[in-house]
């Protein structure tokens, strides 16, 4: 029974994730999360340590007070921007 809870908290987390606004650098932050879902911020992050939540491939990270709690493998920068670049005309 608790399996299905936690599914459940899973699915609400991924879906806080696409409605979250998006920080600079391609984050969403943990509070935001938790404001979408009013689960308690630690059972969001024990799910991020538990669970593989998938992350939109627009979002490189989620956060907890600036400290990266989850990253995205699949992350694409989709500004058309180069990453390394330093938003130089060449």
């Known amino acids: 029974m608790e399996e299905d809870l936690m599914e459940k908290y899973v699915k609400a987390i991924q879906s ?20 979408i879902t009013s689960l308690p911020m630690d059972l969001i992050i024990e799910c991020f340590k538990s669970f593989d939540i998938k992350i939109p491939s627009n979002i490189r990270s989620i956060t907890n007070k600036g400290k990266v709690i989850a990253k995205n493998p699949n992350y694409f920068r989709d500004d058309g921007k180069d990453e390394n670049s330093e938003g130089l005309d060449l």
């Open 16 to 35: 806080a994730i696409e409605q979250a606004p998006i920080k600079k650098g391609g984050s969403v932050d943990v509070s935001d999360l938790w404001v």
